[in-house]
């Protein structure tokens, strides 16, 4: 007897989600991604990207949704192209299989990722840090970031906010830029910013 040995690789521990399938593009299995980012080198990154179904309703009509989604696709080709990423897998042979994976989430290693310059810094790596002003009195943390075209915005939750509470009373808006941020401690997981507790 012999034992059946699954060779899809384990769910990254670190996966962050970078995208999601759009829809088939050409005829031969290519497929579109929107990317969440304006720079997608997370996507091209890596050559594995693990999908999961799209939160929500599926966009896929029933009778294609009768073919499994690939829990990993191995990428053979990825190339931008506008806003979008154009890319092809291993898994998908035919336009019919491009169609299937409509609306997946596209997730891939946070190890995978290109690393940052001096200076710069992935939101994922942002998202949940403790900020404290000059003096060290807590802000709050990091809960999401605001892309504004000129430069990021960071929202931060006040530690006080009640869970209920709208965003504009639980949240801080602080700009992400050299006037305001005196240092970023990944490690330490802290951001320290010129900013008032009355701000």
Known sequence: MTAHHDDTPAWPEDAVEVGRILDAWGIQGGFKVQ????????????????????????PVPAQRAAR??????????????GALVVARAQEVDDRNAAEALKGARVFVSRQSFP????????WIDLIGLDVVNREGEALGTVSDLLDTGAHCVLRVRRPDAQPEARA????????FVDAYVDAVDLAGRRITVDWGLDY
């Open 35 to 58: 990317p969440f980012s304006s720079d997608p080198q997370a996507l091209f990154s890596s050559r594995r990207w693990f999908l999961q179904p799209p939160a929500g309703p599926s």
């Open 68 to 81: 499994p989604l690939p829990r990993l696709l191995k990428v053979t080709h990825a190339r931008e192209q």
């Open 115 to 122: 690393t940052a310059k001096d200076g710069e810094y992935y």
């Open 168 to 175: 504009d009373d639980a949240e801080r808006l602080i700009p």
